[in-house]
Nanobody, 118 residues
Framework: QVQLVESGGGLVQPGGALRLSCAASGTIFSLNVMGWYREAPGKQRELVAS???????AFADSVKGRFTISRDNAKNTVYLQMNSLKPEDTAVYYC????????????WGQGTQVTVSS
């Protein structure tokens, strides 16, 4: 069984920064992608950023230039550095792990609240 444990959410003023972490435990296959999604009230969950084990990244247009994603493969941990935060970044952020071995597997973290407000 795979578990994802997130940390690092909270309240921050506009223009501030936060760093989210997500540690995966259990049986993690080599072919995997880790990422972050977010869900704001009344909106659908959307991809924020993702990173492959090899380091290839993808970002939502709304966060390009402000957020970076990185991972420590030895620790099966992914990080999301969020800078220049805006009120519209307010959402519950979910860690996501996709793996493939004969078939695809997908796991979610419990979510961490990020609130950007003065």
């Amino acid at each position: 069984q795979v578990q994802l444990v997130e940390s690092g959410g909270g309240l921050v003023q506009p223009g501030g920064a936060l760093r989210l972490s997500c540690a995966a435990s259990g049986t993690i296959f080599s072919l995997n992608v880790m990422g972050w999604y977010r869900e704001a009230p009344g909106k659908q969950r959307e991809l924020v950023a993702s990173i492959t084990k090899g380091g290839s990244t993808a970002f939502a247009d709304s966060v390009k230039g402000r957020f970076t994603i990185s991972r420590d493969n030895a620790k099966n941990t992914v990080y999301l550095q969020m800078n220049s935060l805006k009120p519209e970044d307010t959402a519950v952020y979910y860690c996501n792990l996709k793996m493939k071995l004969l078939r695809e597997y997908e796991y979610w973290g419990q979510g961490t609240q990020v609130t950007v407000s003065s």
